[in-house]
């Protein structure tokens, strides 16, 4: 009996049966929780006005509400006498003059603009709800059924790719369950930005603050057509012959939101690193942190060698001067050629310039002929 055919016919089992039970999972979680989350009533709910039931953006709307006649409408009886103030004295300060005045009418701006936030994002949110239905409705909507996507026929099971089969299973189900994360913090998202819109409108004239107020509206118009573009992979995806094909179009969908900014996602303005620097930084302070420790650890070691052997130890300490002076992955061929060199030299200093008294060279064949 052949222990390695039972071996692999009891993996191929295990891989089958984890498979399918991975797969029976897709299906309902991207039909019952991802699909219903990208509705357009789900998306972009009313929130102004008579709500006919409480949702994300209703709340958000009452919190905004109640900050605006708590906070920011006091806050605005303070600017008014720190404008008045400034008014009064612009005879005083004559060379300011231009910028009070400047400073009057962003002021006055900023006011309004606070109070009218709730009406200037249901605008917002009303275009991109005006114009997801209609991307969303391309080819009928077949992207809202799994079976579309991939079919019947999704996973291929075979005697040798047991294992692949199951990763390729566990990837998509990450795929659809990180999917319907990124829609609930979408949501979330603009929620918060609901409410914290009208403070950071408000203090939009002083310099220190305006970039807040600047990303901030940026982001809420970014959360809002986020969906557009989040549902185009997906169409794209229905009918995929491959499920290596559905589990990139999968991954061009989370990756939607920097789609939206490719000059910069204003996610880096609140403090998330952007990937691509971080890693480039990470990886050139590592490498220098490794060539600079190598350098210390054997930078006694390599003058003890040149001076304990005269000329001879400058190989050493010449290999070691050159493996500091780079980073990490060219230390070792640049501290080889420095020894390659070093030990060349001192061959070409034991060959004698001139041949001893009395050498002589054999004869060629052509002497050796002459009489």
């Known amino acids: 009996m052949d222990l390695s055919g039972v071996i692999q016919a009891i993996l191929f089992g295990l891989f089958a049966l984890l498979t399918a039970a991975i797969a029976a999972i897709i299906g309902p979680t991207y039909d019952h929780l991802f699909v219903p989350s990208m509705q357009t009533g789900a998306l972009f709910p009313p929130f102004l006005g008579p709500v006919p039931s409480p949702n994300f953006l209703s709340r958000a709307a009452g919190f905004s509400t109640f900050l605006l006649a708590n906070i920011v409408d006091p806050g605005i009886a303070l600017v008014a006498v720190g404008l008045g103030i400034a008014y009064l004295s612009r005879s005083v300060l004559a060379r300011y003059g231009a910028n009070i005045e400047a400073l009057l009418i962003r002021m006055i701006v900023a006011v309004i603009a606070a109070n009218f936030v709730l009406p200037i994002a249901d605008g917002i949110l009303s275009v991109a709800g005006g114009m997801y239905p209609v991307v969303a409705q391309w080819d009928g909507g077949a992207w809202e059924s799994w079976v579309n996507l991939g079919g019947y026929g999704m996973f291929?099971?075979?005697?040798?790719?047991?294992?692949?089969?199951?990763?390729?299973?566990?990837?998509?189900?990450?795929?659809v369950f990180l999917l319907t994360l990124a829609v609930a913090i979408r949501d979330a998202l603009l929620a918060v930005l609901l409410v914290v819109l009208p403070l950071f409108t408000l203090v939009a004239p002083f310099g220190p603050l305006r970039p807040l107020a600047r990303?901030?509206?940026?982001?809420?118009?970014?959360?809002?057509?986020?969906?557009?573009?989040?549902?185009?992979?997906?169409?794209?995806?229905?009918?995929?012959?491959?499920?290596?094909?559905?589990?990139?179009?999968?991954?061009?969908?989370l990756s939607s939101p920097f789609l939206l900014s490719l000059a910069g996602t204003n996610l880096t303005s609140f403090g998330f690193p952007a990937v691509g620097p971080m890693l480039s930084s990470a990886t050139q302070r590592?490498?220098?942190?490794?060539?600079?420790?190598?350098?210390?650890?054997?930078?006694p070691a390599a003058a003890a060698a040149g001076g304990a052997s005269g000329s001879g130890g400058g190989i050493g300490a010449g290999a070691f001067r050159a493996a500091q002076s780079a980073g990490a992955p060219a230390t070792a061929p640049l501290a080889l050629g420095e020894a390659i060199g070093h030990g060349a030299v001192q061959l070409l200093k034991h060959v004698p310039q001139r041949p001893p008294a009395g050498f002589r060279f054999p004869p060629s064949p052509s002497e050796r002929e002459e009489p």
Do not use: K
């Not at 291929?156 to 795929?175: D, E, I, Q």
């Not at 992979?233 to 094909?245: D, K, Q, R, T």
């Not at 590592?286 to 930078?299: E, I, K, P, Q, T």
């Open 156 to 175: 291929s099971y075979s005697w040798g790719n047991g294992a692949l089969t199951f990763v390729l299973a566990f990837v998509l189900f990450s795929s």
């Open 215 to 253: 990303r901030a509206w940026f982001l809420f118009g970014e959360m809002a057509f986020l969906p557009c573009i989040l549902v185009i992979p997906l169409e794209l995806a229905v009918g995929s012959p491959s499920v290596v094909l559905l589990t990139a179009y999968l991954a061009v969908a």
């Open 286 to 299: 590592g490498l220098a942190l490794v060539s600079a420790a190598g350098a210390s650890y054997f930078g």
